[in-house]
């Protein structure tokens, strides 16, 4: 398969005009698409979270020819690439002739993305609200959960989220929940998150002012690895994505690095 089929496949999931549109619409940035080119035929597809060595490493072991991420492999310029610094998961890949299209804030927004699948494995069906919406999707969302105790809540996170690294706050019981995939405790969504009357938050990667604005005003929080809670929305990725694949021919396989979870 040609790396352009490979695109248009993951635009299906995933349309790259969500980012588009989130630059556009909500003054963002971002960085999707083919972001390395190998010039090879697709024989072979690994999916993984993050372009990592240890993702290139087993992209050649397994002889694939296209690694499909997440996290964008060239997020901002790079302005030296070594073999031990900046840009190293770069180098390596481009060296192995290596393809890798990055599906980022376009799978963060998309109907079933990260960001709603998010919503999903803490208990939610529908949004009430949503932080940014672009035009076919959203980020950041607010929404009701079956009534439970907070200890409940946080033992149920930990087995849907296959992690035991969670840092919580708080004791109310849970009844309405905000969450934001990849690290979005921002102002904006702490003030959304309150406006909206949740009770708990949910997000990673917080500065320690935002938890105890969260925390002053009343709500639990609730703070997954980074890499944990979006795995969870990346494999669902990965598996509308398999079966395409298989019907092109290509085999693909989904890489997880336990050791972030």
């Known amino acids: 398969m040609q790396l352009t089929k490979c695109y248009e496949l993951v635009d299906r999931v995933a349309p790259f005009v969500l ?17 390395i080119d190998g010039g090879r035929e697709i024989t072979r597809v690994l999916f993984a ?9 087993e992209a050649i072991a397994w002889g694939a020819q296209l690694i499909v991420t ?8 790079i302005r ?17 002739g290596i393809s890798v299209i990055s599906a980022h804030i376009n799978l ?13 494995g803490l208990g939610g069906s529908a949004a009430l609200d949503v932080l940014e919406r672009v035009e076919g999707g959203g980020y950041g969302r607010v929404y009701d959960v079956a009534p439970t105790e907070f200890a409940q809540f946080v033992a149920a996170v930990k087995e849907k989220f296959q992690t035991e690294r969670v840092v919580v706050y708080g004791d109310r019981p849970v009844k309405r929940v905000a ?10 969504s702490v003030n959304f998150a309150r406006s909206a009357g949740a009770d708990t938050f949910v997000s990673s990667d917080p500065k320690h002012h935002l938890i105890a604005s969260a925390v002053e005003g009343g709500m639990n929080v609730v703070i997954l690895t980074h890499y944990a809670a979006e795995l969870y929305g990346f494999t669902r990725f990965y598996g509308a994505l398999k079966e395409k694949f298989i019907g092109e021919g290509v085999e693909s396989k989904l890489f997880t690095d336990l050791s972030l979870i």
């Open 108 to 120: 963060d927004m998309a109907p079933n993305g990260i960001d709603e699948s998010l919503m999903q």
């Open 70 to 77: 997440h996290h964008p492999a060239i997020y901002t310029p």
């Open 49 to 57: 979270l993050d372009l990592s060595s240890a993702a290139v490493r």
């Open 19 to 35: 980012s588009e549109r989130y630059i556009k619409d909500c003054n963002g940035y971002d960085n999707s698409g083919v972001l």
């Open 80 to 96: 030296s690439i070594t073999a031990e610094g900046a840009g190293a998961q770069v180098l390596q890949a481009v060296q192995a």
């Open 179 to 188: 969450s934001f995939c990849g690290a979005g405790m921002m102002d904006e």
